[in-house]
């Protein structure tokens, strides 16, 4: 079947830095992606990894091991506006292929 | 910046009634989806749209939900005869070729009463 496993919640300090894990088990692997949703909005692209290693945009980076089927969200310099829910997401197939989003995780940050 | 398009932003029903939520995706985009999300749950995957045929839908898309790109422009999900469970935000996405990140619109909350 299909899982991706993430932290239900998680509670940050503002200027900190944060890490969210995300694991999955998923029937096809083309790629990891993270998307940002805060309450009542859309979810917003925020990174793609198809490959093994870091990508970085701006105070966000993202990180990808296929052979351990886990990939993270770092988020620096956390700032107000970054409480949200963030959500990874599997793509499991090529251009027409669906997205299987995991459960989410509540980003909570502490003046 | 494009946006996808996503009307109405709320609508209420009676249960076993017929509701058509619309949207406009991004005009160079090819590939567009329908997701939902239950009230503080994740996105769940419902259809999606390439070629002006369906690629894939999961067991949530089942008889009652059908799917249209009636003019080239306009993507809708019709729900046949609403149950209270199909109570839920429901959001377009679309992508063009190549590109890995879908825009979603800002979604439709459907209650159904």
């Known amino acids: 079947g299909q899982s991706l496993e993430q932290p239900s919640e998680v509670t940050a300090v503002e200027g900190a830095i944060v890490q969210i894990n995300c694991t999955y088990q998923?029937?096809?692997?083309?790629?990891l992606s993270w998307y940002q949703q805060h309450d009542g909005g859309a979810p917003t692209f925020l990174s793609y990894n198809a490959l093994d290693g870091l990508e970085e945009t701006g105070r966000f980076s993202s990180f990808l091991s296929r052979s351990d089927s886990y990939g993270y969200l770092l988020l620096q310099e956390l700032q107000m506006k970054d409480s949200a829910s963030y959500f990874c997401?599997?793509?499991?197939?090529?251009?027409?292929?669906?997205?299987?989003f995991g459960s989410g995780t509540r980003l909570s940050i502490r003046p | 910046e494009p946006e996808v398009t996503q009307t109405p932003s709320h609508q209420v029903t009676q249960m076993g009634q017929e509701v058509i939520l619309r949207c406009v995706p991004i005009?160079?985009?090819?590939?567009f989806y329908w997701y939902r999300q239950i009230l503080g749950q994740k996105v769940e995957f419902l259809v999606s749209f390439y070629n002006n045929e369906i690629s894939e839908k999961s067991e949530i898309f089942d008889d009652q939900f059908s799917v249209e790109r009636p003019d080239g422009s306009n993507f809708t999900l019709k729900i046949r005869s609403t149950k209270l469970e199909d109570s839920a935000m429901y959001f377009c996405a679309s992508h063009t070729s190549g590109s890995y990140g879908y825009t979603f619109g800002s979604g439709t909350r459907l209650t159904v009463v």
């Open positions: 005009s160079n985009h090819l590939y």
């Open positions: 997401a599997v793509r499991e197939g090529s251009s027409a292929s669906k997205i299987i």
């Open positions: 998923t029937s096809g692997f083309y790629g």
